[in-house]
């Protein structure tokens, strides 16, 4: 297979071109693919892969390859947390 088109990565099959992780794609006009990064609170760890809900206890910023876990003393109980929260204290 050739290179991929600007914007595009190579698909663990070595075939195929999708878009790289942190972002999903969709059919764009023409049937060109059309990258969208992942919105906050969302991630893609696969090229071509599909934007997945951050757990509770971690969150993302837009474009995201991973959610990351909330640090010490911050909390969040929701799914796609963009953020995470001071613990009360005390």
């Given at each position: 297979m050739g290179a991929c088109p600007a914007g595009l990565v190579s698909m663990l099959?070595?075939?195929?071109?999708?878009c790289p992780p942190g972002s999903t794609g969709g059919g764009?006009?023409?049937?060109?693919?059309?990258?969208?990064?992942?919105?906050?609170?969302?991630?893609?760890?696969?090229?071509?892969?599909?934007?997945?809900?951050?757990?509770?206890?971690?969150?993302?910023?837009e474009g995201a390859a991973?959610?990351?876990?909330?640090?010490?003393?911050?909390?969040n109980s929701q799914l796609m947390a963009a953020k995470c929260r001071p613990c009360l204290q005390p």
């Open positions: 099959d070595g075939v195929n071109c999708g764009g006009t023409g049937g060109a693919l059309t990258c969208t990064p992942c919105a906050a609170g969302t991630a893609s760890a696969l090229a071509g892969g599909s934007c997945g809900p951050c757990p509770a206890g971690h969150f993302s910023k991973q959610c990351s876990p909330c640090d010490r003393g911050l909390f």
